[in-house]
């Protein structure tokens, strides 16, 4: 039987894709809130003996998760075999410890949570900083994949002689990963972070890099903080507008204008959340890692 795809709203479009390319079926299903503001679940669609794939990013989580629960135990409910969460884009990765006492590590809360009524999990590029792998705390099977070969290729095919800039130590892996695949050189920079919306960057010396484009490379633009810092240190330093690369664009509140006016001079993110600068598709990644999961046919 073809696997059932279901969409959480605002996940069409990845949905409908990923599901032609898994010769799936689309799964009909209403979520939406009574007036008080409660969620209603419906799924419509048959789903006794089936592989029920959920496809929910998770930008603005607190606003997804109990819909999403409700979604997926419902299927469950109803008889589903098996129940796979895909979200492009997993939250709640950068609480992984206690900074300060008595606070919640949100990371591994969120994944018990969330694995509640899933029996898989597929993402990419998790922040995976102080956690190294995902398996250490989601307590159901899950598959983590990289972007880094579609950020290299569309770094080699849109941008001449560039220099890949990490913008902190925790950007490392996601930018030395781009670079070597791009065959480009890359630097580092050293951050501090004074608060939520409060970060200081320091620069290497750039002088033999100074003719290239720099390319900044983030796993996530949130408030775009980091990028804006990042970038006004490197007019110090005399280097060209950089192009702002993020795999997820969550972009909260004003990030994506305020970064433009802080001089990017190009902004581009995978599509893993949708907006305007997810030009990089990520959904043939995404396509590889659920065959991997399901069955084969
Ligand atoms: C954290 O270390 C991440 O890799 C990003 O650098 C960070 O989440 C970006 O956040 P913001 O855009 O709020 O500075």
């Known amino acids: 039987m073809k696997p059932l795809?279901?969409?959480m709203p605002g996940n069409a479009e990845m949905g409908i894709c990923l599901t032609e390319d898994l010769d799936g079926e689309i799964g009909t299903c209403e979520i939406r809130h009574f007036p008080?503001?409660?969620?209603?679940?419906?799924?419509?669609?048959?789903?006794?003996?089936?592989?029920?794939?959920?496809?929910?990013?998770?930008?603005?989580?607190?606003?997804?998760l109990l819909p999403l629960f409700f979604l997926a135990q419902t299927a469950r409910e109803l008889g589903a075999s098996r129940v796979g969460l895909v979200a492009p884009y997993l939250a709640y990765m950068r609480q992984d410890r206690q900074f300060n006492k008595g606070e919640a590590v949100t990371s591994r809360q969120f994944a018990h949570l969330i694995s509640g009524p899933v029996d898989w999990l597929v993402t990419i590029d998790p922040h995976l900083h102080r956690?190294?792998?995902?398996?250490?705390?989601?307590?159901?099977?899950?598959?983590?994949?990289?972007?880094?070969?579609?950020?290299?290729?569309w770094i080699q095919q849109e941008i001449?002689?560039?220099?890949?800039?990490?913008?902190?130590e925790e950007s490392e892996q996601w930018v030395a990963a781009?670079?070597?695949?791009?065959?480009?050189?890359?630097?580092?920079?050293?951050?501090?972070?004074?608060?939520?919306?409060?970060?200081?960057?320091?620069?290497?010396?750039?002088?033999?890099?100074?003719?290239?484009?720099?390319?900044?490379?983030?796993?996530?633009?949130?408030?775009a903080h980091t990028m804006i810092e990042t970038i006004d240190h490197l007019r110090e330093e005399g280097m060209g507008a950089p192009v702002c690369i993020g795999v997820h664009g969550v972009f909260?509140?004003?990030?994506?204008?305020?970064?433009?006016?802080?001089?990017?001079?190009?902004?581009?993110?995978?599509?893993?959340?949708?907006?305007?600068?997810?030009?990089?598709d990520v959904s043939g990644l995404l396509l590889e890692g659920i065959r991997q999961i399901l069955p084969k046919s």
């Open 5 to 7: 795809v279901l969409c």
């Open 36 to 64: 008080d503001g409660e969620s209603y679940v419906r799924i419509d669609s048959e789903v006794t003996n089936r592989e029920v794939v959920i496809i929910c990013t998770l930008n603005q989580p607190d606003n997804k």
């Open 131 to 153: 956690i190294h792998d995902l398996n250490d705390i989601y307590p159901v099977e899950s598959l983590t994949l990289h972007a880094a070969p579609m950020i290299s290729q």
């Open 160 to 168: 001449k002689n560039p220099l890949l800039v990490g913008p902190d």
């Open 178 to 223: 781009v670079a070597s695949e791009a065959a480009a050189p890359h630097i580092v920079l050293q951050k501090t972070r004074k608060g939520d919306k409060e970060v200081e960057v320091s620069v290497p010396d750039v002088d033999q890099w100074r003719a290239c484009t720099p390319v900044l490379v983030d796993d996530i633009i949130s408030t």
């Open 252 to 280: 909260a509140g004003t990030a994506f204008h305020d970064l433009q006016e802080a001089g990017a001079s190009r902004i581009v993110t995978s599509n893993t959340i949708p907006h305007e600068t997810g030009v990089i």
